[in-house]
């Protein structure tokens, strides 16, 4: 079992930056995988980040160049960090991760870009 809490979400402005942050009860080393995914309103969850236990990561498209993901493995936390946000990024975020036998999720932070 493992339970995942992510917090960081909020209101941001067109532009700007938000952290968002994925604390695991337990080692993360245990994940082969860890990530961030995304829903918008009447839209299906999408994966926007990825990073493996390795430190390899993988980004949705839309995001290259203005989110970053990385682990800290003594503080059982993934990050992301989030610039240029724009208004297509307001979704809820949900933290993911993998492991054999388990894929595990977190509550969602509400992200709102918006002027």
């Known amino acids: 079992q493992a339970q995942l809490v992510e917090s960081g979400g909020g209101l941001v402005q067109p532009g700007g930056s938000l952290r968002l942050s994925c604390v695991a009860s337990?080692?993360?080393?245990?994940?082969?995988?860890m990530g961030w995914y995304r829903q918008a309103p009447g839209k299906q969850r999408e994966l926007v980040a990825i990073?493996?236990?390795?430190?390899?990561?993988h980004y949705e498209d839309s995001v290259k160049g203005r989110f970053t993901i990385s682990r800290d493995n003594a503080e059982n936390t993934v990050y992301l960090q989030m610039n240029s946000l724009k208004p297509e990024d307001t979704a809820v975020y949900y933290c993911n991760a993998v492991r054999i036998g388990g894929t595990y999720w977190g509550q969602g932070t509400q992200v709102t870009v918006s002027s």
């Open positions: 337990g080692s993360i080393s245990r994940f082969y995988a």
């Open positions: 990073i493996t236990s390795s430190g390899s990561t």
